[in-house]
Every structure is written in C-alpha cells, then in structure tokens.
C-alpha cells in the first residue's frame, strides 16, 4: 500500500510567546534565582534554543518552601473550602482559555505530536482541575472519616513525558485538599509549569500557594529531602523513586510514587482485530511510547501471531514521523539526546540477545531526536527488551497458548502499573482482569485517562493512587 | 515433687509456626521466656534468617490460593478463628496474664477484646470492596471501576508490649483481604502468639497464610524488610528510630510498602487505616457500546 500524501498543516506557533529567559515562580512572583546555573530549554524536533531557565539550588528551594508553608498557615489552609473550590475553577477556565496556546507550548518543548496535547493532553489539564475544584468543600465526604486534614506542604517532581497532565495531576488534588505545593517539573520540559505559573498569578491565587522550582534532579532532591515538606509525590523512574523511598525513611513525611511500567497487552484469537491493531499502536506509540503504561510487551495468542504481525506492521508503515507541531503527525519526536541514546543502547541489546528488530521505511528529519516505531520479534522473557522499561517506540512480542500462560507472562516482570485485554469474550476479560497485578486494567481500549479514575501500581510501579476520590486520599491526613 | 493426689502437668513445647506446621527453628536455637514476674515459663524457637526466609515462601505459596477465595469465604475463616479462640480462652488468659503481668481478670478482658477483633475484621472481608472500590464516572463510553486487592506477602513486626491484642490487631487486617502474613511476635511475651498459631492450625486457615516466627525483631527484622518477595512491612514492633529508619532503607529495594511505627491504644477502635495499608487498587476500563 503506498502512502497517501499529505500536504503539510502546521499549527502556528505565533500564539505562544516565548520569554528569553524565566526566573522561579515563589510567593506569587517571577523571582531570580539565587545559587543554580541557569540552564537552556530546547525543542526536541529542530534541537532550537527556546528559552533559558533558571536553576533552584538548596536556597532556592528553602525560600519556596517557606513561602508555601506561610501560605499554608496564614491563607489556604484556613480558608473555606468553597472558596478554595472557586480559585480551582477560575484556573480550570483560564487553562481552557488558553488551552491553544498551551498545547502548542507542550508541543514545542516536549516534542509530542499537536494532535495529542491539543486533544488528549490539555483537555485533561483542565478536567482534573474541575474535577478536583468539587472536591475542595466536600473532603468530609471523601471517605477517609469526617474530619480529613491537609498533610501541610507538599513537594512534588514529575517527569518530561507529560509536563502540563502530570502537573495537573499533581497539583490540583494537592490545592482541593488544603495543601501549599511546591512542584519540580522536568529540566527538559519546564516552559508549561512556568505558563502555568502565570494562569495562578491571572487568577489571583494567593502568593506562595504554588510555587514552582525549576532544574534538574540535585533540585528535586533538595525539595524531596527539605525537612519542611510535610508531603512528598514523584513521578519518574523507579530508580528515582527507590532514592526517593529510602530518603524520606525515618521521617514523617507522606509518600505517594508513581513509577515505570512493561505493561503487558495480551490479544487473544477471538479479539476484534481492527480495534486490537489500533489499540496496540496506541499502547505503544502513543506520545513516542514516553508512557509508564505504554503497552511495551505484546503478548499475542500464537494462533493469530502471523495475521496480528502482518496487519500491525502495514499499519505502522502508514504512521508519519516527523514535526510535532504539523496536525498530520502521529510520532513526534524524543524528548531529549539523553533518552535517545538509552533508546538506541536497548535497542541494540535486543539486536545482540538474538531478537528479530523491524521499522518500517522512514526517513527521519535531519535535526532533532528521532526515532522510527520500531517492533521486536522473536522477544524470550528473558530477553532485556522485555523486562526493562525502555520509555520509547519500541514494541516487544512475544507469544502465548493458554489464558494461563498468558497470566503468567504478564506477571513475569517486578512492574505492575497496567495491562491490557484484547478479546470478545466479556468473561474471559473479567477473569483476566482479576488475575492481572496490575493497578490499570485495559479491556479492548488501551491508555485511558481520567480525573475521576484511579491511576497507579502495584509491586515496584510505586504506591499511592492518582485520580479519583483516591487521588485526594493521598493529601489528606488521616 | 507430686504426690500421689497430685497430678504432674504436662508441659507444652512452643514452636514457631509455619506453612501450617510447627517447626523448631533450623538454626536449633531456643531462648528462655520468663514471666513479668521472672519466674521461667517456656524456652521458645528463637526463628533465624533460614526460618524467615522459609515463612515468606510459604507465606508466597499460600497468596494466590488465599486472595482468590471469595470475601465471603474469608470473612466465614476469620469468623472460625474467633470461635476456636473462644475454647481456648482459659490458655490465652493464662498466658496473656504470665507474659504481661496481668491480673487473671484483666487478661480476660484482653483476650475478650482480642476475639472481639477478629470478629469485627471477619466482618470487613465482604463490605471493604463496597466501602474502598469505586464506580468512576468518566467522561466517555467506558465503564470503568475500581476494586481493593491484597497487596501480597506482608511482614509484620508486632508489638513488643501486647502479646496477644496487639498481634493480633496487626495480623487481622493484613489477613482479611486476602494477604498472606509472616509475624514476628513479641520476644519477651511470645507464648500467646504460639497459640495463637495453634488456633490457626486448627480452624480453617490454610496453611501459609499465617506464619508466625518467635524471636527478636531486631535480628529477623532486617531479613524480612530486604526481602524480594515481601510487599510489604509493618515496623511497628522496632520501637528504636534509628532501627526502624534502617528497615525503611531496606524495604525500598523493592518498593514495599512501609507502616511505621507509632504510639498506638490497642484497646481503642482500630479504623480503616491498617486495612487499607495492605491494598492495592485496580482500575478496570471497558468500551460501551454495541
């Protein structure tokens, strides 16, 4: 089948005006900051210089945290939960407003395809942040007794793969339920934080309520380990998250974690197979596989393996690679140099351990991080390929007899973020669904988000849950 | 010396117990338990690394088994612990009141207490998914919805100072949502955790789901928090901060999930809190459509 052609059609990106450089945000204001380096934001598609950030060390820290914990005991903590409703819906409109903009902003500085932060990512911003607004004079509703306290102060550090989404995730529970926040967001992603920063400032959110600290993991770490901090939320690498775990030891300091992932997505014989192709790339593809939920593991009942594989390469040899901002893309690009390599370094051992690699044909732009969607046959349990989170476009298959087995090998990994069932059986799905360790279960539909559904792992995805009612849980002391 | 109207009693032998047998500690250790009072009672196992190791394999073996009976059947399990305890309240009373110093009177109250729990857990077995789980209504045709499950292998240090409430307000919960536990007991007081073991082996607990090791917490303790195939771990038998920081360092090599220690009333209502320490929550989502 040969390619349609597309002519291109590029969003503008007129709309978003780019400082040349950003202080931190605390207490209400764009403040220099003290003792870091700044540090230069780049696009990941074009490697262009976009703006230079600035960089929080220890002081900088110590001075957020203190203007959070002041806003904590002099404004939001006493304040009636309805007005602090109010203040969360005026930002749940403000993003909605400028929710063209910020999709852009994303797009830009993360390299994700427009399509998916105008439709997916932005979208959801603003839905946690009205989800949560309800929550802010209804906590002795949520569950966890009938008086629930605010932990304080609460540190939080997300990582690059959805800046603005995991923000929202992070901040808008923290705010409902009474806390001050000061929030990390990645080195390679800071620019939506910093918009962000602005919409609070629109709102007229008291000073200090958020503060946002930009830089890299010696930042986070001071934030993580500042014995103000009543509160401390990550989202990252299981490696970090490990540190995280044993830094906060001893202290009584409230943890929430959420870590990586090798879902497994398992098709049976029976499955429909159009949605199973579609729902299999976008397991993995979506946002350039940088999902701690991707379907990383395809685990395909060996009767239909031979239809399963022709039919999924043809359609990832209709995906098109390229400028994140044009509406036609479907696979933008890597985030950062870095994640390139450690993409090409696991690629290339699952070339030397005796897998099968394929990509379809496709010509990569010349500057920025790139990478072509990329499948693995021939993948053993043992293999590296299907046992460490790789956090790029690059699918593992493997093969299985019996629902049985099928468990099993999904099981087979110290991950248990979420999985994936792809079979016309309501029965089977549900059996499937019990046995699975797995904190998200996908039937027939893969990578669903929402604010009023849980989110989070079992085993070494971490602990606490995103979302929902037990979203707010974890804010609340009690 | 008896004499001839006086009857010799017979001693009973504790040992530890595991995959639902009583075995002395491989290690052939044993160590003196004296009453509050000092006056000898017992030598019990003192449970080495080997001891612990085999009760978390036990304990591993017996999780799927467990956690996929249905809450029903569970609740019905904790229920039948109550009612064995009850026959046995005599021994626990006695033992209660020689290990803490107790008034007979007031170790029956405590062992009345202590049933009284199990009767209460027994009850959350079918109501947690209703009272924790979630219908989520999200914004598209999906029916999504959330549902409690058992964590896995839980470790539990148990109190030091209550032998039979306070090991039994930690196990309770861990066990009624279908975790499979292993429990440190108190060292000093370790008879009444004993028993209890003969409780479990004699009601309807499958054998794993309950191990209970006697010996220090200080020395087992580390074994059991860097354990792989523990998920998670109760500390609230390590009253030393920097020992129970120490434990906390090494549960992180596999992400456990940590309660720590805190001044607790055994006596008081016991809550959510322990129950829900030793959840996770799965979210599962389905199309709607035709």
Known sequence: ?478 | MPTDTQRLEVRKTYKLYVGGAFPRSESGRSYVVNSAKGKFLANASQASRKDARDAVVAARKAFNGWHARTAYNRGQVLYRIAEVMEGRHQQFSLEVSQSEGLSISKARAVVDTSIDRWVWYAGWADKLAQVVGSSNPVAGPYFDFSLPEATGVVAVLAPQDSSLLGLTSVIAPAIVSGNTVVAVSSFERPLPAITLGEVMATSDVPGGVVNILTGSASEVGPWLASHMDVNAIDLCGIPSEDEARDLEIAAADNLKRVRRPAEEDWSADQGLSRLTQYLELKTVWHPIGV
């Open chain 1, 1 to 478: 089948m040969s390619r349609f052609e597309y002519a291109p059609a590029p969003e503008s990106r007129a709309i978003v005006d780019i400082k040349s450089s950003y202080g931190l945000f605390i207490n209400g204001q764009f403040t220099d900051a003290g003792d870091g380096k700044p540090f230069k934001t780049v696009s990941p598609a074009s490697e262009e210089v976009l703006a230079e950030v600035s960089e929080a060390g220890p002081a900088d820290v110590d001075k957020a945290v203190r203007a959070a914990r002041k806003a904590f005991d002099k404004v939001w903590g006493p304040m009636a939960g309805r007005d602090r409703a109010k203040y969360l819906f005026r930002i749940a409109r403000l993003i909605q407003e400028r929710a063209r903009e910020l999709a852009v902003l994303e797009s830009l500085d993360n390299g994700k395809p427009i399509r998916e932060s105008r439709d997916v990512d932005i979208p959801l911003v603003a839905a946690h942040f009205f989800y949560y607004a309800g929550w802010a004079d209804k906590l002795e509703y949520a569950g966890v007794g009938d008086d629930p306290q605010p932990w304080g102060v609460a540190g939080q550090v997300i990582p690059w793969n959805f800046p603005m989404l995991m923000l929202a995730w992070k901040i808008a529970p923290a705010l409902a339920a009474g806390n001050t926040v000061v929030l990390k967001p990645a080195e390679t992603t800071p620019l939506t934080a910093l918009a962000f920063a602005e919409i609070c400032q629109q709102a007229d959110l008291p000073p200090g309520v958020v503060n946002i600290v930009t830089g890299a993991g010696r930042t986070g770490q001071a934030l993580v380990e500042h014995p103000d901090v009543n509160k401390v939320a990550f989202t990252g690498s299981t490696a970090v998250g490990r540190a995280i775990a044993k830094s906060v030891a001893g202290t009584d300091k409230a943890v929430t974690l959420e870590l990586g992932g090798k879902a497994a997505n398992i098709v049976f014989e029976d499955a429909p197979i159009d949605q199973t192709i579609e729902g299999i790339v976008n397991g993995i593809f979506f946002n350039q596989g940088h999902v701690c939920c991707a379907g990383s593991r395809l685990l395909v009942q060996e009767s239909v393996y031979d239809e399963v594989l022709a039919r999924l390469k043809r359609r990832m040899a209709t995906l098109r690679v390229g400028d994140p901002l044009d509406k036609n893309t479907d696979i933008g690009a890597i985030n950062s140099a870095a994640q390139l390599a450690k993409i090409r370094e696991l690629s290339q051992i699952g070339e030397d351990e005796g897998a099968e690699r394929w990509s379809p044909e496709c010509e990569l732009p010349a500057n920025g991080f790139w990478f072509p969607p990329t499948v693995f046959t021939g993948v053993s349990q043992a293999h590296r390929i299907a046992r460490e989170e790789i956090f790029g476009p690059v699918l593992s298959v493997l093969t299985f007899r019996t629902p049985a087995e099928a468990v099993e090998k999904a099981n087979n990994t110290p991950f248990g973020l979420s999985a994936g069932i792809w079979t016309d059986k309501g029965s089977r799905i549900l059996w499937m669904a019990n046995q699975l360790r797995a904190g998200v279960v996908w039937a027939n539909t893969f990578n669903r988000f929402d604010p009023t559904s849980p989110f989070g792992g079992y085993k070494e995805s971490g602990y606490g849950r995103e979302g929902g009612r037990h979203g707010l849980e974890a804010y609340l002391a009690h």
